[in-house]
Nanobody
Framework: HVQLVESGGGSVQAGGSLRLSCEASGGTYSHYRPYCMAWFRQPPGKSREGVAAIDTRGSVTIADSVKGRFSISQDNAKNTLYLQMNSLKPEDTAMYYC????????????????????WGQGTQVTVS
């Protein structure tokens, strides 16, 4: 069982930056690594959408809506996922969720919610 805990959300003015963190724990081995990890977001009244994902080889997928502004990375020793958000816009306002997948083929659909079987509780990001 994988547990995910997000942190780093908050309120920021347009043009500002935030960095979100997601610490993953659980699994049989020390520093257990899921096949894929990702960030999703859900604005008020809208469906959850994929933002960025990374697989065990370090291959990254970024949604077109945030490409050039957001980046994803991970610290394997700490089993922690990061989302660096720069040049934030009001339309980036959403609840941001960390997700992990134990499915070997997750990289083929890494920005789809159905790919993931572990979810954090979310952290709110508000841009004004």
């Amino acid at each position: 069982h994988v547990q995910l805990v997000e942190s780093g959300g908050g309120s920021v003015q347009a043009g500002g930056s935030l960095r979100l963190s997601c610490e993953a724990s659980g699994g049989t081995y020390s520093h257990y690594r899921p096949y894929c990890m990702a960030w999703f977001r859900q604005p008020p009244g809208k469906s959850r959408e994929g933002v960025a994902a990374i697989d065990t080889r370090g291959s990254v997928t970024i949604a077109d809506s945030v490409k050039g502004r957001f980046s994803i990375s991970q610290d394997n020793a700490k089993n922690t996922l990061y989302l660096q958000m720069n040049s934030l816009k009001p339309e980036d306002t959403a609840m941001y969720y960390c997700a992990a997948s134990s499915r070997y083929d997750c990289a083929s659909a890494s920005l789809m919610t159905i790919t993931y079987n572990y979810w954090g509780q979310g952290t709110q990001v508000t841009v004004s």
